[in-house]
């Protein structure tokens, strides 16, 4: 069960991520519009709309495979700092006797 949280809180964040950003996709469109009016096309719009897209979208997702693994490390961190600690109690309890 917690490796179905874990795949869902990354899903989540995916998605957040990639909607949460939206910077180059208004810079594409902020340079697209002179460029468009000057070219009288739309291509311009089409490439540099599509361009900014991409790149909020793959930014947002990388920083969302950072965020999950630096979690992971804790996780591995705080497993092995319990597991040091109980092997330490045993071995004083031990050497008690």
């Known amino acids: ?3 179905q949280e874990n795949v869902k809180h990354l899903e989540e ?3 957040s991520n990639a909607l949460g950003t939206w910077v ?3 810079l594409g469109a902020l340079v697209a519009i002179p460029v468009g009016i000057k070219r009288k096309s739309l291509g311009p719009l ?3 709309g599509t361009t900014g897209t991409m790149l909020d979208i793959i930014i947002g997702v990388s920083q ?3 965020e999950h693994a630096e979690h992971q490390m804790k996780l591995l961190q705080d497993s092995q700092n319990a597991t040091t600690t109980t092997n330490t109690e045993t071995e004083d309890s031990s050497s008690m006797t």
Do not use: I
């Open 46 to 48: 089409v490439f540099f």
């Open 13 to 15: 964040c995916t998605v």
């Open 24 to 26: 180059f996709s208004v």
């Open 1 to 3: 069960m917690g490796s």
């Open 64 to 66: 969302c495979e950072r």
